[in-house]
């Protein structure tokens, strides 16, 4: 398990004026790239110095500090979309090879290299930023019925990452709510709401709250 590359978001006028500037263009970096907890949302952007975040409402802070997605991931895009897909091209950080990204328990521990720890908080949600980007028609319902969302990670420990570094598995939860898992209870399987739970500890703060309100 590795890190094929590591993907820094530069701005990005979309052609939408009311998405304006993004930084889901994200480029794989050469060298060393800084890691650090972001702080809260709504003030923090994203864990990876040099990593542009446009929308601080909506994205990046704590939870959503580092997005990873599998290439293993990406090659099954390709054949299915017809078209080549760069590591980056979905707006992740962290482009791995021999690691189920999707399928990672929330709460689950990752080593970067030598010094950074990430735990994985939860999914990427599909919006209309990542679909105008992507630009294939219907994409926030492909992508949602695919199910296969990639996993935002929170930093435990910073230091710094670079393309080639292994990626360990260091600690593992019991229970088997997957980032995949929680993808379906807040989109397409509400009924599974409640039952995502039990990672409370870990999951993205707004992720519990609707999961709460299920189950009330």
């Known amino acids: 398990m590795e890190l094929l590359s590591v993907n820094l978001g530069r701005p990005y006028r979309t052609a939408e004026a009311a998405i304006g500037v993004t930084g889901i263009d994200k480029r794989p970096a050469e ?3 800084a890691v650090s907890a972001p702080g809260p949302k709504g003030v923090g952007g994203s864990g990876l110095a040099g990593d542009t975040i446009a929308d601080l409402r909506h994205h990046g802070g704590e939870h959503q500090a580092v997005y990873a997605f599998a290439r293993e991931e990406l090659d ?3 054949k299915e979309l017809g078209r080549t897909l760069p590591n980056g091209v979905f707006g992740e950080n962290l482009t791995t090879t021999g690691l189920d990204v999707s399928g990672a328990r929330v709460g689950e521990r990752w080593r970067v290299g030598p010094d950074v720890l990430l735990e994985v908080c939860g999914p990427r949600i599909p919006c209309r930023t990542f679909a105008s980007w992507l630009g294939e028609r219907g994409w926030v319902r492909t992508f949602t019925r695919k199910a296969q969302p990639g996993a935002y990670l929170r930093v435990l420990e910073p230091g710094e990452i670079r393309a080639g570094d292994p990626v360990s598995r260091v600690h593992v939860p019991e229970h088997e709510v997957t980032a995949a898992f929680v993808f379906r209870a807040l989109t397409a ?5 409640p039952r995502i739970l039990v990672a409370r500890d870990a999951l993205d ?3 519990v709250e609707s999961a709460e309100r299920r189950a009330s």
């Open 31 to 33: 060298g060393p790239v």
């Open 76 to 78: 099954a895009w390709e």
């Open 205 to 207: 703060p707004e992720a």
């Open 189 to 193: 399987e509400p009924g599974l709401l």
